[in-house]
């Protein structure tokens, strides 16, 4: 499972498009999906999109993630740039737990 968040910038909305963003702004929730979730500014110039997406072979790499993830983005429909993406395997994250302290 990977986890992907891409940094990036709407281009050209359309008057209708700005609407149902800033409409859609305050329900969007925050967290990593397979449908994949937007935060951005009320300017809607940048925005934030978090996406997980399940490793389809055992050898999917963080390529294979970034690709599946901007498809998920570009089916949303909104005209954007990319700016940045950073992609986490899940599987490679460490917990700490505090030990008991006697």
Known sequence: MFRVTIRGAFEELGKDEREAL???????QVGFTEAGTFTCDQSLSAFTFRCQVPAEEPDDGEHEATERAIAVLT???HPHR?????????PDIKIRRKGKRG
Do not use: P
């Open 22 to 28: 800033r409409t859609a702004v305050g329900s969007f």
């Open 75 to 77: 089916a949303h429909g």
């Open 82 to 90: 990319i700016l940045r993406v950073g992609v986490t395997d899940m």
